[in-house]
Nanobody
Framework: QVQLVESGGGVVQAGDSLRLSCVVS??????????MGWFRQAPGKEREFVAA????????YYGDSVRGRFTIFRDNAKNTEYLQMNSLKPEDTAVYFC??????????????????WGRGTQVTVSS
């Protein structure tokens, strides 16, 4: 059983920055083999792809609404991925979910591709 636990959410003002973390733990897994990512869901909206990163950190992919403002990265020695969010906007307000998969290295924007999900952390951006 593998667990994904997010942290770092909070309430900030528009233009501020925030960094989310996701620690992955479990009995038998190799974090560096996992493709990781982030999704988010705002009230009344569908879950939206934010970003993904390959196991070795060599490839990343971003959703259109965050490209250029958010950066995904990881520390395989710490079994942790991060999402650095800059120039936050009120429309970034959402619950942010950490996701992971080990079946392939495709940087997919599709929810169904990721078999492991965290419980989410709330990010609120006030105007």
């Amino acid at each position: 059983q593998v667990q994904l636990v997010e942290s770092g959410g909070g309430v900030v003002q528009a233009g501020d920055s925030l960094r989310l973390s996701c620690v992955v733990s479990g009995r038998t897994f190799t974090f560096s083999s996992w493709t990781m990512g982030w999704f988010r869901q705002a009230p009344g909206k569908e879950r939206e792809f934010v970003a993904a990163i390959r196991g070795n950190g060599g490839g990343t992919y971003y959703g259109d609404s965050v490209r250029g403002r958010f950066t995904i990265f990881r520390d395989n020695a710490k079994n942790t991925e991060y999402l650095q969010m800059n120039s936050l906007k009120p429309e970034d307000t959402a619950v942010y979910f950490c996701v992971g998969k080990m079946r392939n290295a495709w940087l997919s924007p599709e929810r169904a591709e990721y078999e492991n999900w965290g419980r989410g952390t709330q990010v609120t951006v006030s105007s």
